[in-house]
């Protein structure tokens, strides 16, 4: 199992989306920020470490919104979402293609990874409207 951590950054009531880099696994899906837990480490340590070295920029965890499960041909993952406060810093695209600011009722407009399509549709549901203030 592999345990990954995802940041939701909200601003102007849009959500902070990344493209992952070509030649990876899963080159050019779009994802919410974050990356794998490493042993001993929480997931709101993961998230934090994982801002700073894939966007530079300092942030808060907030709370835990989501888990899900994805049976990938590399394994399985499990993906947990918490809300994410930016606390300043310019963005530096360090490790994604690109990253974008998207209303969540555009989120199924981008290709995202599997493992996140669950939530997007929550998202674009609605289901966490009072989350994203």
């Known amino acids: 199992m592999i345990e990954v951590a ?5 601003r102007d009531s849009k959500i902070l989306i990344a493209k992952r880099k070509a030649g990876g696994r899963l080159a050019g899906k779009w994802e ?19 801002l700073t070295e894939e966007l530079d920029i300092e942030s808060t965890v907030g709370n835990h919104l989501w888990d899900g499960t ?3 041909d590399f394994g399985t993952v499990r993906l947990l979402v918490y809300r994410v406060y930016w606390e300043g810093n310019t963005i530096v695209a360090k ?9 969540p009722a555009d989120l199924k407009q981008y290709d ?8 997007v549709e929550r998202l674009v549901n609605g289901d966490f409207r009072g989350y994203l203030s």
Not at 6 to 10: R, T
Not at 95 to 103: C, I, M, R, T
């Open 95 to 103: 490790d994604h293609e690109e990253y974008k600011w998207v209303a």
């Open 112 to 119: 995202f990874a599997p493992a996140d399509l669950p939530f």
């Open 32 to 50: 919410f920020p974050g990356g794998k837990i490493e042993a001993g480490e929480t997931p709101e340590a993961c998230l934090k470490r994982e």
């Open 70 to 72: 994805y049976h990938y």
């Open 6 to 10: 995802a940041g939701i950054l909200v």
